[in-house]
């Protein structure tokens, strides 16, 4: 990209939790006035997934352009999973750069935020066993987007700079009856009988109560992320820094977090800076390890051939893209040994499960929720098949698993193929047997937050 004013633009990095694709932008019924509009003002990607359903693992592979078993974080943080020795994260690169790496709000991709090594670190929090309320507080998004609002318009920066800023939002948490839910004592609650069902899971009511909770929390982002970018303004550096906006992963519910179905390894990606035109909605297969190649190539820095992704700038700068046929997913650890992988392409979902596992993994957060609730005996007890195969342009919702179907064998063996050869490649250590974390005995003494 061409430097802006003879130096590199900005970079100004926004994540959050469990919010998938849930936002006006990508068609669902609510109002992000906001991120819609920072979506219009540069490109949006309709097909990008994350490389894991839970929150360490995802953030690690955008932060590094690497996967999980790749990266070493093949589990929670707080569940004392480390990136490998040696792994360079996006404020390592930008810092060789000459820029000036700032950190606010949440990380949550090591307990020592320190190992990161940013120059300055505004706010932080991280969630693990017992953590207090107030540290929840610090990452809500009302209170991170007044710190950056602040550091913009003070001017509080060297030029050019990065900045990680991580909303809490839209995770769940317990409340005083044991319940986990979307705490409706700080957010705003719609009507459950005006809330759109989701496609994937039943109608009922506790689902329905659960998705009115959530979509507080998602107007408190969209208000915290038009603080952010109203600062940008004031400052007068939005023509020269590049926004990206991204979630980890699918919302906090049943077959979404915590599974490799779409729901639960979908995720938002929107970018605006310069050289980006605006209205642009493209819709190639992206996996969130090639975020970081894509930024490295955007800001002119060379692109280590030691990451798993590829960079997409070609499709923001209107040059010739050759496509992705497939991205691959897994999970091996959260609150419980659940080692599953995946690969998807434009057709066609194959899951290969290594473990007996149930129906549809529930995390601690979701097994409590009232959504979880209503069909925790459904999805929660049956074992699912070793294998899954899903045609999803007859079944875009993967409830009709046609791995044993004759007319799709030659599919199966081809995606069971292309995945084993990626794990092969990877060095995936599921192929060696039951993967155990090095502090096996202290993790398992340990009460889990999800």
Not at 28 to 48: K, R, W, Y
Not at 121 to 140: C, D, F, K, M, T
Not at 158 to 186: I, K, L, Y
Not at 400 to 416: A, C, G, I, W
Request: charged share 25%.
């Amino acid at each position: 990209m061409d430097e802006t004013n003879g130096t590199r633009p900005n970079v100004l990095l926004m994540h959050c939790h469990d919010l998938g694709r849930y936002l006006g932008c990508y068609g669902v019924d609510i109002e992000t006035p906001a991120i819609d509009s920072l979506a219009a003002e540069g490109a949006i990607f309709e097909n990008h997934f994350v490389t894991a359903p839970q929150c360490t693992p995802s953030r690690g592979s955008l932060m590094t352009g690497r996967h999980p078993h790749v990266n070493g974080l093949m589990g929670l943080a707080h569940a004392h999973w480390e990136l490998d020795d040696g792994e360079r994260i996006v404020p390592h690169y930008l810092s060789d750069a000459d820029y000036e790496t700032h950190l606010f709000g949440l990380q949550h991709i090591t307990q020592d935020t320190d190992k990161l090594q940013y120059d300055y670190i505004h706010s932080e929090g991280n969630l693990y066993p017992g953590v207090s309320p107030a540290v929840h507080q610090a990452n809500r998004a009302r209170t991170v987007s007044s710190v950056v609002a602040s550091f913009l318009e003070r001017s509080g920066f060297d030029e050019p700079f990065f900045a990680s800023v991580g909303f809490f939002e839209c995770h769940r948490v317990e409340e005083d009856d044991g319940r986990f839910g979307f705490d409706s004592d700080h957010y705003e609650t719609d009507d459950p009988d005006e809330v759109r069902p989701l496609p994937y899971l039943p109608d009922r009511r506790g689902i329905r109560q659960d998705l009115a909770e959530m979509r507080g929390m998602v107007s408190a982002l969209d208000d915290g992320i038009d603080t952010i970018l109203s600062a940008l303004e004031s400052a007068g550096i939005a023509d020269e820094t590049l926004v990206i906006f991204t979630t980890e992963h699918g919302i906090a519910f049943p077959l979404a977090k915590g599974s490799c179905y779409d729901a639960g390894i979908e995720a938002a990606l929107l970018m605006r800076g310069p050289g980006i035109d605006a209205g642009q909605r493209h819709g190639e297969l992206l996996s969130n390890v090639d975020v970081l190649p894509t930024l490295l190539e955007y800001v002119d820095i060379e692109v280590p051939d030691t990451l798993n992704g590829r960079s997409f700038l070609p499709l923001l700068t209107n040059e010739e893209y050759d496509p992705r046929e497939r991205v691959f997913a897994g999970m091996t650890w959260h609150d419980m040994y659940n080692p599953v992988r995946a690969i998807r392409t434009e057709r066609y979902k194959y899951i290969r499960n290594f473990w007996h596992l149930p129906k549809s993994y529930l995390s601690k957060d979701i097994f409590a929720s009232e959504a979880g609730r209503e069909v925790r005996e459904a999805y929660g007890v049956p074992y699912r098949p070793y294998e899954e195969l899903y045609d999803l342009r007859h079944a875009p919702q993967e409830d009709k698993n046609v791995v044993f179907e004759p007319q799709f064998q030659d599919v199966r063996t081809e995606l069971s193929r292309q995945l084993y050869e990626w794990m092969e490649e990877t060095d995936d250590p599921l192929l060696d047997g039951p993967v155990l974390p090095g502090d096996y005995e202290k993790i398992h003494s340990w009460p889990h937050e999800s």
